[in-house]
């Protein structure tokens, strides 16, 4: 708004309202015009700052963004446009809680009108209200009075000083509530400033003092408690540090100034707490001559204005006390920030007993912070405490007030010693030992898998909130918390003493069965990819083993319906199974997304061991489970649950019905007669047919006569020839449907048919694939759907060309093949994608406008993705077409040699996310992660994607290097104060770390307890150990920064390491990886185990799929099922087509052999001899056979006088009758007699009659 106005209306100073200092800074920076100066104002600026907005500054305009002290305290000339934003930063007492609260509220009317007044004073202006008309209605119409809104304490004690005994009967102007009179008697009791004798108030000694102070009481009992403990100085410095902690120290100007601050903060710093260390700020400024204390101010971000307030506080305070109670206040300190002693605890009793309404236990537990012991709720650490500055949380702290902003903090709070509770007079008003006993424990698991803790969280944390709202049921306890730390592959649990073996149990119980699972788990890996119906499977399982090979296509899993799938537990269905079945689950497949009404209640799908527990599984259908009967039915596993090629889709069909040889044509009533014309003496297909007008409709032609076996395509085209009339439309009447296979069988059979025009590139994968789908009963066509690698679509065209008119196996003559000649393909872009691709895909759309035959059609799915539909009459059209779409689609993969996997993990971090986002947004693309594959692709224009890619790279590297440079100031055994000491040591900007490292460039993070080394890595070693030289010298036992832990396979320091999820070892991931290679490589080497030592458990499928990607994992599998037969004792063997991956079971040696018809290259083998199938043969004949061919010849020979061989070419010959010359098919003429051979018929003859005297 402040823009909007500097920009549209005339000169004149702008004045805004705003809520508090951080508003204020925030907007000054955000505000940003070369003709206009923007200008703070509010109580933490020094006097000076504060003059700058009556300066004034020519030739431009001046912009104050100001809280609410310009409403009434000062006034500026020159205002002519006010902005109010209708809301103040109020701190008031809550009588319901007893405790001062800060928090943003809406301002009265009153205050309203004054803030537009302040536009206008000096010349006519307008104010700008930032809230609707209706809200103004709704507000106070003037300020509520301050008594009711501040602690009545003071009050209080006056009114019983003069003499008032019943203070809800006092006559007040304008009268609190009583609640608020109650809650400052009851406060009043507890400081002991009140006794209650005989149902009348009276006040004490202590009470007496107080009221002569004047001041308020918790600061008055502050004071007197400490001159009790000899600390008086220290006492009234106490009180007047408190009254002023908000604003003693400066935390304003841009990020890198609040940086500073926060570092110049650490050496105050007390581990007592915010009181404790403003007195260490005060000590230090007043032992300061007069002359250094502004500079000390500034040169440590502190506020002289604040400091010198409390100055003038105590100087009142001691005439005070001197005035009033003849009490002389110390000049000198007792108390020694630096000097821990029994002045410490007594100043933290003193102020234990000053703030007793105000106690809170730290709840064990960071989420839920500190519990308030008088209203029970749970406030975090204000982030300006000095107790955060420590590695550890005191267990029970006093607070000055609660602020609430967005979320509620406790402010100005001290650690105090859990004894001093039993102490107090009078005892404090809640019971200690039950909060004692409320406080949470933290019970840490560890060595745990970021698989098996994802799978313990759930998607989007389901699973982790169901387990913590069932253990807070059963602990009947809703603080009850887990927390789960990906990092550091821990889970840490929090629950009372009293509640942590429920807890715990609970929990352990769901870790054990997801580890159990893990252990079970397989992978459904084909053979082969043949027809649509179900490949023979094995079940690839943990050590990369076949746990299960299933050739009988029995089934393997059970689809999973229920009525109310959204009540089901998934944990306990799960277990249901196995207690029933007492088999084990390999896998488990929730169906998910948009289903059809019918299927609104399948749950899921249960992968089994074996077919027997299917089996066992199947038999509980209609078992009651959740208040409703379970639906079990058996299912096959269906094959390639995504295409790994880009598809393009081909119908065909055959009828279903034959012709009853007739046929209804439709035309315009006026053209009927023209058609008989037309149609007389018509043949169609070789046969004349005999037209008349329809009986029923005289707007048709009925057409008899023809042959059965035609197509309605065959018969329109004939008729479209022979008249010129228009044909409305055409019915081909059919009579009943035939008998055909199952559609199975029919898949089979097409595929069978396809198979020869598919290159053979990968013998494992026919990219092809085929779903034949099952007719309705009024169905005239057998309907089937054809999905084809989109990159073979010259084979394609060819494929669907060979069985256009075909008849399929089992089918009879009439049911012809029709293949439509328009093919369907589509492409689907993610929402995000489509955002920063639209321009680009447009203009590809455009493009393909006028390619003929083509249809390309843009429209929105269910989840609001956007698809691009094809439709043409060519598959190379269809393949051109995709090919522009998929480079969109598939956009740039970011590829760079030091993007290892550990730096592409850092995108699954805080940073990681917030990086993706900013560049996103920076440079207009879409960056998409993907965790399998761990690789990273920009999608946008090409100019945005280049730079996306080299910013990306840049960031991913740079944010490396930052958590690779990072040394963490807490845990490890660190001491709790190491930040503290560092600065103490080094200084705030660490300078003499710097200076005994050359070279290095340092930076403190006071929030995350964290040095950032900036540049050379090789400093980083030496740097930590001046760290640990401080933390040696703080008299904690701290170890030495050692290396990691070595890798069980090299033997070297882990790089890039891998926790196995079963047994949590930790290897180098590239050494595991090779460890699979070998396995690859040498089949007999399964299953694959940790080679830890004392280990050798199986390492588990869900780490194959981690460490293996594509190919790799495929290649593992391949070696295993290798393995698998080698090892099977010759129960299976190989398909012996060469490269063939079918598997078939060997028959038993003393029964027949059994066909096996391999579904992958369809050839023939028998089981038994593992030859060609050799039906009426035995195995011994045929294998006879095979080693001599002629040896059937041979036996049907034997014995038989009348068969002889050509003593010339061999040949079999059989003399049936007539003489004995005989002539051989090779042309020598034979000597039947004796078997010599002529070479004419003549020489054979004279041969005869000379040697054997008769040709007979």
């Known amino acids: ?118 536009a206008g004073r000096t010349e006519p202006g307008v104010c700008y209200r930032m809230y609707l008309e209706a809200d103004y209605q709704s507000m106070d119409l003037n300020t509520e009075p301050e008594i009711r809104k501040v602690h009545l304490g003071v009050a209080v004690l006056r009114i019983l000083a003069l003499g008032v005994k019943d203070m809800q009967d006092f006559d007040f102007v304008d009268a609190p509530s009583p609640s608020s009179i109650d809650m400052a008697i009851r ?19 202590e009470g007496w003092c107080l009221v002569r102070m004047g001041i308020e009481p918790r600061l008055g009992k502050l004071i007197l408690g400490c001159f009790k403990h000899g600390l008086g100085r220290e006492g009234i410095i106490l009180a007047a540090v ?57 040169e440590n971000s502190i506020n002289a204005k604040s400091i010198r307030r409390c100055q003038d506080t105590i100087l009142e305070l001691e005439t005070c006390l001197e005035r009033e109670h003849d009490i002389v206040t110390p000049s000198y300190w007792l108390w020694d920030p630096c000097m821990p002693s029994n002045h410490d605890k007594n100043l933290k009793r003193v102020i234990l007993s000053s703030l007793v309404e105000n106690v809170a236990m730290y709840s064990g537990c960071n989420q839920l912070g500190y519990e308030v012991a008088q ?11 000095s107790l955060l500055v420590f590695a550890e949380k005191p267990s029970w702290v006093v607070f000055g007030e609660l602020l609430s902003i967005s979320n509620q903090y406790l402010v100005c709070v001290c650690a105090f010693d859990f004894q001093s509770l039993f102490n107090l007079c009078p005892a404090p008003l809640f019971d200690v030992s039950k909060m004692e006993e409320r406080k949470l424990l933290m019970k840490t698991l560890s060595g745990l898998g970021c698989i098996l803790l994802k799978r313990f969280c759930g998607k989007a944390n389901c699973d982790l909130l169901a387990l913590v709202s069932r253990i807070r049921k059963a602990c009947m306890d809703e603080r009850i918390f887990i927390e789960v730390n990906v990092d550091k592959n821990e889970i840490h649990l929090y629950a009372t003493s009293n509640e942590m073996d429920i807890a715990l149990g609970l929990v352990n119980g769901v870790l054990e069965y997801e580890r159990k699972l893990l252990r079970t788990e397989c992978m459904d890996k084909f053979l082969y990819h043949g027809s649509g ?21 029995r089934s393997l899993s059970v689809d999973v319906c229920h009525p109310n799938i959204n009540e089901i537990d998934d944990r306990e269905l799960l277990m249901f199974f196995e207690k029933n079945t007492s088999g084990c689950i390999c896998a488990v497949h929730k169906f998910t997304g948009n289903m059809r009404d019918g299927d609104r209640d399948k749950w899921g799908r249960i992968i089994f061991m074996s077919p027997d527990v299917v089996r066992r599984a199947a038999e509980l259908d209609g078992q009651e489970f959740c208040g409703s009967s379970l639906k079990i039915v058996p299912s096959q596993l269906g094959w390639d649950k995504t295409f790994s090629f880009p598809a393009v889709k081909a119908r065909i069909s055959w009828p279903r019905r034959l012709s009853r040889g007739f046929a209804i044509v439709k035309c315009d009533i006026k053209d009927v007669n023209y058609i008989l014309r037309d149609f007389y003496n018509l043949a169609v297909g070789g046969r004349y047919v005999r037209c008349e007008i329809g009986k029923k409709s005289i707007d048709s032609v009925v057409i008899n006569g023809l042959d059965k076996e035609l197509s309605e395509a065959e018969i329109v085209d004939v008729l479209r020839t022979a008249t010129s009339r228009r044909i409305l439309d055409f019915f081909l009447v059919r009579g ?304 030495r920064f050692e290396n990691g832990p070595s890798c069980p396979i090299c033997l070297c320091e882990v790089e890039d390491g891998y926790r196995l999820e079963g047994c949590g070892h930790l290897f180098c991931r590239l050494c595991l990886v090779e460890q699979f290679e070998s396995a690859i490589n040498n089949q007999g080497t399964f299953p694959v185990c940790c080679t830890h030592r004392d280990c050798g458990d199986p390492i588990l499928l869900t780490d194959l799929r981690s460490l293996l990607f594509g190919d790799k994992l495929e290649d593992l599998f391949r070696a295993s099922l290798g393995a698998f037969v080698a090892t099977s004792g010759g129960a299976y063997r190989f398909c012996p087509s060469p490269d063939c991956p079918s598997i078939y079971r060997v028959a038993d040696p003393e029964s027949a052999g059994e066909p ?80 010599e051979f002529f070479s004419t018929s003549n020489d054979c003859y004279n041969h005869l009659r000379t040697i054997h005297l008769a040709i007979i």
């Open 187 to 205: 406060n009043l009791i507890q400081l002991g400033a009140i006794e209650l004798n005989n149902n009348a108030h009276d006040l004490t000694s």
């Open 533 to 553: 119906f179900s490949p023979p499977v094995a079940l690839f399982g943990s050590g990369a083993e076949i746990k299960h090979l299933e050739l009988e296509k």
């Open 1 to 118: 708004m402040a823009t909007e106005i500097h920009k549209t209306e005339k000169e004149g100073t702008i004045l805004a309202f705003l809520t508090s200092q951080i508003e204020v800074e925030w907007a000054c920076e955000k505000f940003q015009a070369a003709s206009a100066v923007a200008l703070p104002l509010h109580g933490k600026l020094s006097s000076d700052e504060q003059f700058r907005v009556f300066q004034n500054y020519p030739g431009k305009r001046k912009v104050i963004f100001s809280t609410n002290l310009a409403e009434t305290s000062l006034t500026i000339p020159g205002v002519r446009y006010v902005i109010d934003s209708g809301v103040v930063k109020d701190s008031r007492f809550d009588p319901s809680s007893g405790m001062s609260v800060l928090k943003v509220c809406w301002i009265s009317q009153s205050s309203a009108d004054q803030r537009a007044g302040r």
């Open 375 to 385: 209203t029970g709720q749970h406030v975090q650490l204000h982030p300006s405490c």
């Open 736 to 1039: 009943d449907a035939a008998g055909n296979p199952p559609c199975s069988a029919l898949e089979e059979a097409l595929l069978k048919e396809i198979y020869p025009f598919l290159p053979k590139r990968n013998p494992h994968i026919i990219p092809c694939r085929v779903q034949v789908f099952a007719p309705e009963p009024k169905d005239s066509f057998m309907r089937a759907l054809i999905t084809f690698d989109g990159r073979l679509h010259l084979e394609a065209a060819k494929a669907l060309e060979q069985i256009e008119g075909k008849v399929l196996p089992g089918c009879l003559s009439w049911q012809k093949i029709k293949c439509q000649q328009l093919f369907h393909s589509s492409i689907i872009f993610p929402t995000p994608v489509y955002h920063v691709i639209k321009e680009q895909l447009d203009e590809v759309l455009a493009s393909f406008r006028n390619l003929k035959g083509l249809e390309c059609n843009l429209g929105r799915t269910v989840n609001g993705s956007h698809r691009v539909k094809i439709t043409a009459n060519a598959t190379r059209t269809v393949a051109e077409v995709r090919r522009p779409l998929e480079e969109l689609l598939r956009g740039k993969t970011i590829e760079h040699d030091s993007l290892t996997p550990v730096v592409f993990q850092l995108m699954l971090s805080r940073d990681g996310f917030s990086l993706k986002n900013s560049l996103q947004q920076e440079t207009g693309t879409y960056i998409l992660f993907d965790r399998h594959n761990l690789n990273l692709r920009v999608f946008g224009s090409p100019n945005k994607v280049a730079l996306a890619q080299e910013k990306v790279i840049q960031s991913l590297l740079s944010l490396h290097e930052e958590k690779q440079l990072e040394i963490h100031l807490r845990g490890m055994d660190l001491p709790p104060d190491l930040m503290k000491q560092m600065i103490k040591n080094f200084g705030p900007d660490l300078r003499g770390l710097k200076e005994r490292v050359p070279g290095v460039d340092l930076t403190l993070n006071t929030r995350r307890h964290i040095v950032i080394l900036h540049g050379s890595k090789e400093l980083k070693p030496r740097v930590e150990e001046i760290i640990f030289e401080i933390a040696r010298s703080s008299h904690h036992l701290v170890e």
């Open 1156 to 1235: 096996f018809v391999c579904g992958s290259c369809y050839s023939e083998t028998c089981t038994r001899c593992h030859l060609e199938y050799h039906p009426y043969l035995s195995c011994e004949r045929y294998q006879e056979f095979k080693e001599d061919p002629d040896s059937s010849l041979k036996e049907w020979c034997r014995g038989k006088e009348q068969v002889k061989c050509c003593s010339a070419c061999g040949y079999v010959i059989e003399k049936v009758d007539g003489c004995n010359h005989v002539e051989c098919k090779c042309g020598k003429h034979v000597c039947w007699v004796c078997l």
């Open 242 to 298: 408190m009254a002023n902690a908000s604003s003693i120290f400066c935390r304003v100007g841009s990020e890198f100034d609040k940086q500073r601050s926060d570092c110049l903060k650490v050496q105050f710093c007390h581990c007592d707490g915010d009181l404790f260390t403003l007195l260490s700020v005060y000590k230090e400024w007043e032992a300061l001559p007069r002359e250094r204390k502004n500079k000390w101010c500034w």
